[in-house]
């Protein structure tokens, strides 16, 4: 649909024009600075940055009802800038103009309502929302849309020229960094820090695809991290990581995305994330508060942060009952089938220390909740997940088990609804399910498959045959026909089929 066709009063927001006024603001010393060379961390007390719209009351010029319909007919234009992330132009990045927008793909992943099997193991409705479909095959290609659409900004406006794109990752960040640099080349190369022999081949396959340069480290993530910091610091890189908070920016989406797809209606919802680096939890929290703001929505929904009890820094932060007494403590890692989480000292935990007072304000009462699952819970879930019509990753399988113990903590409720984040494809991690059916999984994993979830193939090859046939050499004739008949029959009677009545 055209501008033109769209009601009246709408008609003139339809198509953003840049706006606002952005600026970094340091969450330590409060002090702010100008976006026109890209920064990670305060350049006065060190602490992460948030960006932040100068001009954010102005969005308060129109009612939550016009903004609502401004967002609904903007998703009915075929101009390919205003179609991801950037339908939210004026909450995500007002100052980036429609030609320095990157869009792949990203932004627009269903949110698929689990069956009735699923909705009674877990006693509440509830819905995958499906990261695995973002252009990379998971979550992060919201923020390097983000990310990478200001450095093409900053390119074009001549600010910057030659950037080298760097990220630490364990397998998702990467993937995406090297899809969305890849497009830009030349003007823009990335590299990639991965901590060997922890990410999985398919994730290894990705950025390789994209022409990254990857380098392989001993370690975890965390280090990883530790070494692109110690890059970003001494040489003229663009970090790329949540630290970088133009990520921040492009995840808010989540929210926005959800929002929009329950009719902007969040009352007794449940947003459930898994926390890795937390940049993730971070962008949901900034995102519906800003929403929330700009009176789009009229209440906060319930966010539930999850943690395997491998990698649960921040669930053992908010532990502590007593606020005063929290202090937060990074954690020696072990390793997790949820792999993209197993992060123990998240670079965002500031941001979420924050986020969570601000959202806890706003609410008047708690709406953050934390829990911890163990492993085996994870691996079970997203096997029964995927068992049940969904493409669910193990942090999938995370984020479901961490509903589940959530109900058993009384943190949520039946009459409320869930959406629950599956923030990869099923197949980036199809290595697991592969150890789990084949009970392969080393013992620090502390899983063992349910016989009742396992599969595996089975190899069909009727003895009495003389002839089968094979790559490059088709049987023919009768030789054919016995293949096929001996063959149907195998596995008619492996499957206890009944005759079909003549
Ligand atoms: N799980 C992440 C870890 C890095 O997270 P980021 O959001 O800070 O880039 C990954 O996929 O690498």
């Given at each position: 649909?055209?501008?033109?066709?769209?009601?009246?009063?709408?008609?003139?927001?339809?198509i953003?024009?840049?706006?606002?006024?952005?600026?970094?603001?340091?969450?330590?010393?409060?002090?702010?600075?100008?976006?026109?060379?890209l920064?990670?961390?305060?350049?006065?007390?060190?602490?992460?940055?948030?960006?932040?719209?100068?001009?954010?009351?102005?969005?308060?010029?129109?009612?939550?009802?016009?903004?609502?319909?401004?967002?609904?007919?903007?998703?009915?234009?075929?101009?390919?800038?205003l179609?991801?992330?950037?339908?939210?132009?004026?909450?995500?990045?007002?100052v980036?103009?429609?030609?320095?927008?990157?869009?792949?793909?990203?932004?627009?992943?269903?949110?698929?309502?689990?069956?009735?099997?699923?909705?009674?193991?877990?006693?509440?409705?509830?819905?995958?929302?499906?990261?695995?479909?973002?252009?990379?095959?998971?979550?992060?290609?919201?923020?390097?849309a983000?990310?990478?659409?200001?450095?093409?900004?900053?390119?074009?406006?001549?600010?910057?020229?030659?950037?080298?794109?760097?990220?630490?990752?364990?397998?998702?960040?990467?993937?995406?960094?090297?899809?969305?640099?890849?497009?830009?080349?030349?003007?823009?190369?990335?590299?990639?820090?991965?901590?060997?022999?922890?990410?999985?081949?398919?994730?290894?396959?990705?950025?390789?695809?994209?022409?990254?340069?990857?380098?392989?480290i001993?370690?975890?993530?965390?280090?990883?991290?530790?070494?692109?910091?110690?890059?970003?610091?001494?040489?003229?890189?663009?970090?790329?990581?949540?630290?970088?908070?133009?990520?921040?920016?492009?995840?808010?989406?989540?929210?926005?995305?959800?929002?929009q797809?329950?009719?902007?209606?969040?009352?007794?919802?449940?947003?459930?994330?898994?926390?890795?680096?937390?940049?993730?939890?971070?962008?949901?929290?900034?995102?519906?508060?800003?929403?929330?703001?700009?009176?789009?929505?009229?209440?906060?929904?319930?966010?539930?942060?999850?943690?395997?009890?491998?990698?649960?820094?921040?669930?053992?932060?908010?532990?502590?009952?007593?606020?005063?007494?929290?202090?937060?403590?990074?954690?020696?890692?072990?390793?997790?089938?949820?792999?993209?989480?197993?992060?123990?000292?998240?670079?965002?935990?500031?941001?979420?220390?924050?986020?969570?007072?601000?959202?806890?304000?706003k609410?008047?009462?708690?709406?953050?909740?934390?829990?911890?699952?163990?492993?085996?819970?994870?691996?079970?879930?997203?096997?029964?997940?995927?068992?049940?019509?969904?493409?669910?990753?193990?942090?999938?399988?995370?984020?479901?088990?961490?509903?589940?113990?959530?109900?058993?903590?009384?943190?949520?409720?039946?009459?409320?609804?869930?959406i629950?984040?599956?923030?990869?494809?099923?197949?980036?991690?199809?290595?697991?399910?592969?150890?789990?059916?084949?009970?392969?999984?080393?013992?620090?994993?502390?899983?063992?498959?349910?016989?009742?979830?396992?599969?595996?193939?089975?190899?069909?090859?009727?003895?009495?045959?003389?002839?089968?046939?094979?790559?490059?050499?088709?049987?023919?004739?009768?030789?054919?026909?016995e293949?096929?008949?001996?063959?149907?029959?195998?596995?008619?009677?492996?499957?206890?089929?009944?005759?079909?009545?003549?």
């Amino acid at each position: 649909m055209t501008p033109e066709k769209f009601p009246e009063h709408i008609r003139d927001h339809i198509i953003p024009t840049p706006s606002g006024e952005m600026c970094y603001r340091c969450l330590g010393c409060t002090e702010t600075f100008g976006i026109d060379k890209l920064l990670y961390t305060c350049p006065a007390c060190g602490e992460v940055l948030l960006l932040q719209d100068m001009e954010q009351n102005r969005l308060k010029g129109l009612s939550g009802q016009t903004w609502r319909e401004i967002l609904d007919y903007r998703r009915m234009l075929k101009i390919p800038a205003l179609k991801g992330i950037y339908r939210f132009h004026e909450f995500i990045g007002p100052v980036i103009p429609l030609e320095s927008i990157l869009y792949l793909g990203e932004g627009h992943t269903p949110i698929v309502q689990a069956n009735e099997t699923l909705q009674e193991i877990v006693g509440m409705p509830f819905y995958y929302k499906n990261d695995g479909q973002n252009p990379s095959a998971s979550f992060k290609d919201r923020g390097m849309a983000s990310a990478l659409s200001y450095i093409r900004y900053l390119v074009t406006s001549g600010k910057v020229d030659n950037v080298l794109a760097v990220c630490a990752s364990t397998g998702d960040t990467s993937a995406a960094a090297a899809l969305y640099a890849s497009y830009l080349q030349p003007l823009v190369k990335s590299a990639v820090l991965l901590p060997h022999g922890k990410v999985t081949p398919q994730q290894l396959s990705q950025p390789l695809g994209n022409g990254a340069a990857v380098f392989e480290i001993p370690g975890v993530f965390d280090d990883c991290m530790k070494v692109v910091e110690a890059l970003s610091e001494k040489y003229n890189v663009a970090l790329l990581n949540s630290k970088n908070a133009w990520r921040i920016l492009g995840q808010e989406s989540y929210s926005y995305e959800i929002a929009q797809d329950l009719e902007f209606d969040m009352k007794n919802k449940v947003v459930v994330v898994p926390i890795g680096n937390a940049g993730n939890i971070t962008a949901v929290m900034a995102g519906f508060l800003k929403f929330l703001d700009a009176g789009i929505i009229t209440e906060l929904p319930k966010i539930l942060g999850v943690q395997s009890h491998h990698a649960n820094p921040v669930y053992q932060y908010y532990s502590e009952p007593d606020a005063k007494k929290r202090r937060f403590v990074p954690m020696t890692v072990k390793p997790s089938v949820a792999q993209a989480a197993m992060i123990g000292n998240p670079v965002s935990m500031p941001r979420v220390i924050s986020l969570v007072n601000q959202y806890n304000k706003k609410a008047d009462c708690q709406k953050v909740f934390f829990v911890s699952v163990p492993e085996q819970e994870i691996m079970d879930c997203q096997l029964m997940a995927n068992r049940n019509g969904h493409i669910a990753c193990t942090h999938g399988g995370e984020t479901l088990a961490g509903l589940i113990r959530a109900r058993k903590e009384g943190l949520v409720h039946s009459d409320e609804t869930a959406i629950i984040d599956s923030t990869a494809h099923a197949l980036k991690f199809s290595g697991f399910q592969e150890m789990y059916f084949e009970d392969r999984l080393p013992e620090e994993y502390e899983v063992k498959p349910q016989k009742s979830l396992q599969n595996k193939p089975v190899f069909i090859r009727p003895e009495g045959l003389k002839e089968v046939p094979a790559p490059g050499m088709p049987l023919t004739g009768t030789a054919f026909r016995e293949f096929v008949c001996q063959t149907a029959d195998a596995i008619a009677n492996n499957l206890h089929l009944s005759l079909r009545d003549q």
